[in-house]
């Protein structure tokens, strides 16, 4: 996308500086005629470029202008020497080219100009050591004044409607008195366009021809003017759908059509027609979906956009057995399954699912996984699911669960009864809400062998509250309500943006109302619950070669009413806080970590954070397997406590290490070792890892972490 210039007194595009091309020719004869030789694989008579160093830009990044430039600063000696074993490792040896730097100094300039700035001055100072046959480069830059835009005038835009107007003014990319800057620009040209295509107009053209970004030399600044050329107004015409399996007559148009965000005879808008094809998409019973539209050109007399929609519908029933890999509870879960699916379960696109599944941490405790006597920690699920893609409208999606579960941990086992209601609601483009009401019978037997630190008060105190839980069957019932904003540029591997999701949970209003009709001996408990979870994603490079990582978590919950000065009824051990595994602290196992009682019974507050870089480190060699390998390092920090009131800084363990990480069609396989910093369990004297030898102790305790996926 270019931009005309009208410049009334001088070209806006400067011949090049005289003095480079003499220093160039200077450096060709120099070069060719007294070059020292030196001996460095096939090169001969060339000048190694040391170093590069940008100076004086205060607007413009060095990274950046270094990134516009050809030449480039000879690799490290670890680089070379990898590259010097196989081509494809490492970087060659980078040697000064004069005809390259003078395309690159033009660069330079035309870059510079492009972000407004037209009297910027570039000077360069190369300085020979023909000893060592090596070249320090200096690039000093004086920006000089950066023009704005003084006036952006739009052309063309006549006689639509009102909206088109207002959604223009909302959030331009570039407005006067912004600094002078092209690519935004021509991000402001695309948003127009969209706006424009979104208002019944998919003919609309930007008129580069009559469009300018004219500078005026009396103030150095820019007057913009954007030209479109509309076309016609079209409205959505007959929509015809195209089974590609004609075994799937139950698959009709109905469902199609229930998933469009447009219908005959509505404004042509491009990005409904997108977001059309990914409900399709979503719904859960096509392989694809794709929508194509025919748009008359604008001498014909139609106005009507034809839409053709072809689907390739999945298997009605599947029967699959499953392997089971997960980091769920922060640890490497290994598991089996057997699994049903049926797609268009009583049409209306619904989905049907039964799914048999169990999973452990501890294989070592083979056959006896649920014992009470045992140290296992695993859990055995029946699952069915019936997912309904439409409620109301096509933006919210509804699922009933019923699930029979037994599960294992190291102090109690549970058998849970619970069956959950969901709705899901797409508020916005990256926002996303969830409502869903659990209910649960929960019957939880003590492991008797499991035993702590009985001269711990709050150990104590959480044993006797798990012994009163086993007696009697509890009863839960709990609404909860999440809303996630998803920025994020990928759902396995994002390198970009950022995710933030709040929850809040309330349990035991309903069976409160309900009190005299529930037995006696179903006890509840109130309380309520607030999670919230930032992570976000950073490219350092541009290039996706490093990319760093940050999250933090917070989380709190209270019993409420008459519960809350009853010790026999507690907030249920699936609905507290744990911290450590490979998703938390890496420094210890998976819900190992407390700092009040026995970090088996979790806690009712939780703080952690990470911070994680991610370095894909054979990325050049463009190789399909070993560009896929990264290299993670991270530094974690949390912990969990029983209450609000026991919340210390002193309480907050730190831990760190190193991580392997291969990218898969599923997401990344994950290891990762890690090292406690700082372990406030421990006693005064070893608590921080300069108090503790390396080999004897940190390093031996270290705790290895297997999962899928990264660990946030």
């Known amino acids: 996308m270019h931009f005309n210039r009208h410049v009334p007194q001088r070209s806006l595009f400067p011949l090049p500086n005289p003095a480079h091309i003499i220093l160039g020719l200077v450096l060709m004869i120099a070069l060719v005629d007294g070059g020292t030789a030196q001996e460095n694989g096939e090169k001969t008579g060339l000048y190694e470029i040391s170093t590069i160093v940008v100076d004086g830009n205060e607007t413009i990044s060095a990274k950046e202008l270094l990134a516009q430039l050809q030449t480039k600063q000879t690799p490290g000696t670890l680089s070379k020497f990898l590259h010097g074993i196989n081509d494809r490792l490492g970087r060659k040896n980078e040697y000064f080219d004069p005809v390259k730097f003078t395309e690159d100094l033009h660069r330079l300039h035309k870059h510079y100009r492009d972000r407004g700035f037209n009297m910027v001055r570039i000077d360069t100072s190369l300085t020979f050591d023909d000893e060592e046959g090596v070249i320090e480069i200096s690039i000093l830059v004086t920006e000089g004044y950066r023009a704005i835009v003084d006036t952006i005038m739009y052309a063309g835009i006549a006689n639509v409607p009102d909206f088109v107007h207002d959604d223009m003014e909302s959030s331009p990319h570039i407005t006067s008195g912004d600094p002078y800057d092209a690519a935004l620009l021509e991000a402001e040209v695309a948003r127009v366009r969209l706006i424009l295509w979104n208002a019944g107009y998919p003919n609309c053209e930007y008129v580069r021809d009559r469009s300018f970004a004219t500078l005026r030399t009396s103030t150095g600044n820019y007057s913009v003017l954007l030209t479109f050329d509309l076309g016609k107004r079209y409205v959505f015409g007959e929509i015809h759908v195209t089974n590609e399996d ?11 059509f229930s998933q469009l965000d447009y219908k005959p005879d509505d404004f042509y808008n491009y990005s409904s027609r997108i977001s059309s094809e990914r409900n399709l998409n979503r719904v859960g019973i096509f392989d694809q979906a794709r929508i194509e539209t025919d748009v008359p050109p604008n001498d014909s007399p139609s106005i009507f956009v034809a839409s053709r929609i072809s689907v390739r519908p999945k298997d009605k029933h599947e029967l699959a057995p499953e392997l089971l890999i997960s980091d769920e509870n922060n640890a490497f879960n290994l598991g089996t399954g057997l699994g049903y699916t049926n797609r268009n379960f009583l049409g209306g696109a619904r989905t049907f699912s039964a799914r048999l599944r169990f999973r452990t941490q501890t294989i070592r405790e083979f056959p006896n996984y649920f014992g009470l006597n045992t140290t296992a920690i695993s859990n055995g699920e029946l699952t069915f699911e019936m ?4 409620i109301f409208t096509n933006k919210i999606k ?10 294992k941990q190291l102090p109690y086992r549970q058998d849970i009864v619970r069956n959950t209601f969901g709705f899901t609601d797409r508020f916005a483009e990256f926002t996303t809400g969830y409502l869903d009401w659990t209910l649960e019978l929960v019957n939880l037997s003590r492991n008797q062998s499991f035993t702590g630190d009985t001269n711990d008060a709050d150990f104590r105190q959480q044993l006797d509250q798990l012994e009163q839980q086993s007696k009697n069957t509890q009863f839960n019932s709990i609404l909860s309500f999440t809303i996630q904003r998803d920025k994020s540029n990928d ?9 933030h999701t709040a929850t809040i949970e309330e349990a035991g209003l309903l069976p409160l109302l309900l009190k005299n009709a529930l037995p006696q001996n179903l006890p509840f408990t109130q309380f309520y619950r607030i999670s919230l979870l930032g992570r976000w994603y950073f490219d350092m490079t541009d290039n996706r070669y490093s990319i760093l990582g940050l999250k933090l978590k917070a989380g709190f919950e209270e019993k409420y009413g008459e519960t809350r000065s009853d010790s026999t009824r507690s907030i249920p051990q699936t609905h507290r806080f744990y911290a450590g595994g490979g998703g938390s602290i890496r420094g210890w196992q998976s819900r190992d970590l407390s700092a009040t009682g026995d970090p088996q019974f979790g806690g009712n507050v939780a703080f952690e954070g990470s911070m994680e870089l991610r370095m894909n480190i054979l990325q050049s060699l463009r190789d399909d397997f070993l560009d896929k390998i990264w290299i993670v390092t991270f530094l974690d920090f949390g912990n969990v406590w029983g209450q609000a009131r026991n919340l210390q800084l002193r309480d907050v363990a730190i831990a760190t290490g190193i991580g392997f990480r291969y990218d898969t069609f599923f997401g990344p396989f994950r290891i990762d070792y890690g090292l406690r910093v700082y372990n406030p369990a421990a006693r005064s004297s070893q608590q921080w890892i300069t108090e503790r030898s390396f080999w004897g102790q940190t390093f031996k305790e270290g705790i290895l972490h297997f999962g899928i996926g990264h660990a946030f």
């Not at 004609?246 to 199609?256: F, N, P, Q, Y």
């Not at 509804?398 to 599960?407: A, K, P, V």
């Open 491 to 499: 759902l396995f591997r994002p390198s970009d943006g950022f995710i």
């Open 246 to 256: 004609t075994l799937r007559d139950d698959i009709t148009d109905d469902i199609v």
């Open 398 to 407: 509804g699922n009933w669960t019923f699930s029979l579960i037994r599960d």
């Open 387 to 390: 997912l309904q893609p439409y």
